[in-house]
């Protein structure tokens, strides 16, 4: 790893950093500063030449460094067997309840540009930025040494690997594992597709939510959009559903789904069709069609809060017609996963949606993501994922 020249921001509110918090903005900079090579590790101080910490920079990024430590001390392997250490004793209770977790949650847990993912004997790691590209070789050290897993893989496949200047790779790290890994969580059993999957596989975030639907399904009817490998739709099965309804729009998803129902048993309560999640509403509300349950769990609809009126409008469609194919009483379970979808919007949209079709809420659970994505009150882009279980009246 090279290190580079100082990084010196400007005076006044225009460098101004927020305390505790990791990013340094391009136009925080001073531009009369001698800039360092992208992906240099280097030592950010205020216009008066004090020390305020030491990250990675990229010019081409808007956030131009990201810092690893406020401490002046080295980046080397003990850094890293240190960070590491820390975070995994953070999560030293989950394997209890499942053999799969988020080990390093990026600047969540004061790695800035990195996730590492463990599915059973697999840990399966992304690289995001520049600067945490050009340590990998010490990430993978610290991987083998403090979570020893069986094997590594790199899944470093993300669209802000373009906007730091990188293309995405895929690799095994040593000795070659399976593309799926066979994991569980409580009473469910999935596979994992690590290669071909989204992000790295799974939604691990959504763990608590999963596992919030036990002793509310039973016998009950269920219709899981944007159910990607069945994780919503195996559980509620496995929680008692008499059947539930899954929903995406890739079929190579939905064929993981099946495998996943028969997994865990209940591939007789199961069914995964390929859809629209809109038209799939839309085709309900056609045909009559009524549920006791409605999962709704879409991708982001938004990456920047420009994009807020229009992502606005989805959600509320999505929502308003989930409400109109409900049973009377039955349960509204819906989430949004961009931290640029502020959660007093969300409520106010699902207030609306109800308001529109003469329904009433009660909130039965409120659901954020799960312990292994922590949130960090000086970091607020770590709270990320929102959601309630509703009761529609």
Same mark, same amino acid.
């Given at each position: 790893?090279?290190?580079?020249?100082?990084?010196?921001?400007?005076?006044?509110?225009?460098?101004?950093?927020?305390?505790?918090?990791?990013?340094?903005?391009?136009?925080?900079?001073?531009?009369?500063?001698?800039?360092?090579?992208?992906?240099?590790?280097?030592?950010?101080? =205020?216009?008066?030449?004090?020390?305020?910490?030491?990250?990675?920079?990229?010019?081409?990024?808007?956030?131009?460094?990201?810092?690893?430590?406020?401490?002046?001390?080295?980046?080397?392997?003990?850094?890293?067997? &240190?960070?590491?250490?820390?975070?995994?004793?953070?999560?030293?209770?989950?394997?209890?309840?499942?053999?799969?977790?988020?080990?390093?949650?990026?600047?969540?847990?004061?790695?800035?540009?990195?996730?590492?993912?463990?599915?059973?004997?697999?840990?399966?790691?992304?690289?995001?930025?520049?600067?945490? &590209?050009?340590?990998?070789?010490?990430?993978?050290?610290?991987?083998?040494?403090?979570?020893?897993?069986?094997?590594?893989?790199?899944?470093?496949?993300?669209?802000?690997?373009?906007?730091?200047?990188?293309?995405?790779?895929?690799?095994?790290?040593?000795?070659?594992?399976?593309?799926?890994?066979?994991?569980?969580?409580?009473?469910?059993?999935?596979?994992?597709?690590?290669?071909?999957?989204?992000?790295?596989?799974?939604?691990? &975030?959504?763990?608590?939510?999963?596992?919030?639907?036990?002793?509310? #399904?039973?016998?009950?009817?269920?219709?899981?959009? #944007?159910?990607?490998?069945?994780?919503?739709?195996?559980?509620?099965?496995?929680?008692?559903?008499?059947?539930?309804?899954?929903?995406?729009?890739?079929?190579?998803?939905?064929?993981?789904?099946?495998?996943?129902?028969?997994?865990?048993?209940?591939?007789?309560?199961? &069914?995964?069709?390929?859809?629209?999640?809109?038209?799939?509403?839309?085709?309900?509300?056609?045909?009559?069609?009524?549920?006791?349950?409605?999962?709704?769990?879409?991708? /982001?609809?938004?990456?920047?809060?420009?994009?807020?009126?229009?992502?606005?409008?989805?959600?509320?469609?999505?929502?308003?017609?989930?409400?109109? #194919?409900?049973?009377?009483?039955?349960?509204?379970?819906?989430?949004? #996963?961009?931290?640029?979808?502020?959660?007093?919007?969300?409520?106010?949209?699902?207030?609306?949606?109800?308001?529109?079709?003469?329904?009433?809420?009660?909130?039965?659970?409120?659901?954020?993501? /799960?312990? =292994?994505?922590?949130?960090?009150?000086?970091?607020?882009?770590?709270?990320?994922?929102?959601?309630?279980?509703?009761?529609?009246?």
């Amino acid at each position: 790893m090279s290190t580079g020249k100082a990084i010196r921001l400007r005076s006044g509110k225009k460098g101004k950093v927020r305390p505790g918090h990791p990013w340094i903005f391009k136009s925080q900079i001073l531009k009369s500063e001698p800039a360092a090579k992208p992906g240099d590790i280097v030592p950010v101080h =205020d216009h008066e030449g004090k020390f305020l910490g030491r990250g990675y920079y990229n010019p081409r990024s808007k956030i131009a460094v990201r810092i690893l430590t406020f401490r002046d001390e080295p980046i080397g392997a003990p850094f890293f067997t &240190d960070r590491i250490t820390e975070a995994f004793k953070k999560r030293e209770r989950l394997p209890a309840m499942t053999n799969a977790y988020r080990a390093v949650f990026s600047e969540a847990d004061r790695l800035p540009g990195l996730i590492i993912d463990i599915y059973a004997d697999t840990a399966v790691f992304q690289a995001l930025t520049l600067g945490m &590209d050009k340590l990998k070789n010490l990430v993978v050290g610290a991987i083998t040494q403090i979570l020893k897993p069986k094997y590594i893989y790199e899944k470093s496949v993300s669209p802000f690997r373009k906007l730091e200047g990188l293309k995405d790779e895929s690799r095994w790290w040593g000795p070659e594992g399976k593309g799926r890994v066979e994991m569980f969580e409580g009473k469910a059993k999935f596979l994992v597709d690590i290669v071909n999957g989204h992000k790295t596989g799974f939604y691990l &975030d959504q763990r608590k939510s999963r596992l919030g639907l036990e002793g509310l #399904c039973k016998d009950k009817t269920a219709l899981d959009l #944007c159910c990607y490998t069945g994780g919503f739709s195996v559980s509620a099965a496995v929680f008692g559903a008499r059947h539930v309804n899954g929903v995406d729009i890739k079929e190579e998803w939905l064929e993981l789904a099946r495998e996943n129902s028969r997994l865990s048993g209940v591939a007789g309560k199961t &069914d995964f069709v390929k859809a629209d999640a809109f038209k799939a509403l839309e085709e309900a509300l056609k045909s009559g069609r009524k549920f006791d349950i409605i999962i709704i769990d879409p991708p /982001s609809f938004l990456k920047t809060r420009e994009s807020l009126k229009s992502a606005s409008a989805g959600y509320s469609q999505l929502n308003t017609n989930a409400m109109k #194919c409900l049973n009377p009483g039955g349960m509204l379970a819906t989430f949004s #996963c961009s931290y640029n979808m502020p959660n007093e919007v969300f409520s106010e949209i699902l207030k609306k949606a109800a308001a529109s079709v003469g329904k009433k809420l009660t909130i039965l659970k409120r659901c954020r993501q /799960s312990e =292994d994505h922590p949130i960090v009150r000086e970091i607020p882009e770590t709270e990320y994922l929102k959601g309630y279980f509703l009761k529609v009246v």
